[in-house]
């Protein structure tokens, strides 16, 4: 096969992670015979330096064009004060439109080597193994009005948060196939009992479950769902969530998997002729520009998002499965970067690419 890919590098610490899961991506070519076409564009604050745009025209276009895009981070504290169109992150929510990406999956797993990275009890984290699915194209996020008007004591902000009957049944349906090759439980997100828009979101959910009678269905209050996720967090399955719920919820999780460098993410759109998914892939931390170019970011959470790409994207589930052993052979091993390893030699960002290359 043929992996036409786009490479979107980003800021801080993003070429560095995108590096080495390039590095496994073509390890993965090597060995099952396929070949790799990889385009590289700007996208965040470089893309702001460069051409003064977050998300420059001839990236939509290269997006669009490309089999999937796979994407460091975006962000720089310089940013910080810019007027909304000329942050970096106004580029990634541009990129998820244009893609009509819809979907967020955020797998949580607590690897048996990392039980000790948590801050949680090893009781309580061990055997954790979830996926957040995130709606990405609704909510606070995107809906207006918005803004900030007025002057002193009358000077106000706005957003909106809004929800169609079809974007919560889109992202329901995706929640609840997931379910089915899982544990066949989904635990949907939502704080009902103030908002109306989440009257909603609980309303068509349950519609949409009957569609899905081998699925277990639980609702559950975003505050409690917070609560839970250190309480108890091997009660989750599939956990289905709004945009700004799902933001916050999964990074929750990292302290489950004992570093936020360990998440990888797959953002899923419609289906391509071909019937694989439209696919944005990236790790869910940040830009982190304190430790750029220091050669001590974990990259796992790049890599992670790789094998999410070879299966959603193009269906080779062997290769994905393949690339997520080698991933625990790693960790097994010892040979992690400065977050999971607190004392001792740490690995550089290269030697955990190179590992993970070598054990496959």
């Known amino acids: 096969m043929n992996l036409n890919i786009l490479v979107l590098p980003g800021d801080g610490i993003g070429p560095e992670v995108t590096r080495e899961a390039v590095r496994v991506l073509n390890r993965v070519a090597d060995k099952w015979g396929h070949s790799v076409s990889l385009t590289e564009a700007l996208l965040g604050g470089i893309a702001i330096h460069k051409t003064g745009n977050p998300m420059p025209e001839v990236t939509a276009r290269l997006a669009l064009a490309a089999d999937a895009t796979l994407m460091g981070a975006v962000g720089l504290p310089e940013f910080d004060d810019a007027p ?27 690897y ?15 055997g954790t193994d979830m996926i957040i699915v995130r709606e990405l194209t609704g909510g606070i996020y995107y809906g207006t009005p918005r803004g900030i008007s007025g002057v002193g004591a009358e000077e106000r902000a706005v957003n909106t948060m809004t929800y169609t009957r079809a974007e919560i049944e889109r992202v329901s349906r995706m929640a609840f196939h997931l379910a089915q090759a899982r544990r066949k ?35 559950i209050l975003v505050d409690n769902c917070a609560m839970q996720l250190v309480l108890n967090p091997r009660r989750f399955d599939v956990v289905l969530t709004e945009n700004m719920f799902g933001d916050i919820l999964s990074d929750e999780g990292a302290v489950l998997a ?22 944005l892939y990236e790790p869910v931390h940040g830009s982190a520009p304190d430790i750029a170019g220091q050669n001590k970011a974990n990259p796992l959470g790049a890599i992670g998002s790789v094998a999410a790409m070879l299966d959603y994207s193009f269906g080779l589930k062997e290769e994905a499965a393949a690339v997520n052993r080698a991933m625990e052979t790693v960790l097994n091993s010892g040979r992690v970067t400065a977050d999971l390893r607190p004392a001792g030699r740490p690995s550089t960002t290269e030697e955990v690419g190179e590992a993970v290359a070598a054990a496959l």
């Open 258 to 279: 004992g570093s936020i460098g360990m998440l990888p993410s797959a953002s899923i759109g419609g289906r391509r002729p071909s019937g694989a998914w439209t696919g």
């Open 112 to 126: 048996a080597s990392l039980i000790e990275s948590s801050p949680l009890k090893n009781h309580l984290v061990e």
């Open 84 to 110: 909304p169109e000329k942050r970096p992150e106004r580029g990634l929510l541009g990129i998820r439109k244009i893609l009509g990406v819809f979907a967020n999956l955020r797998p949580v797993r607590a």
């Open 185 to 219: 439980k989904v635990t949907s997100v939502d704080k009902s009992n103030v908002l109306e828009n989440s009257q909603l979101w609980r309303r068509v959910v349950i519609e949409v479950s009957a569609e899905f009678p081998d699925v277990a269905l639980e609702h």
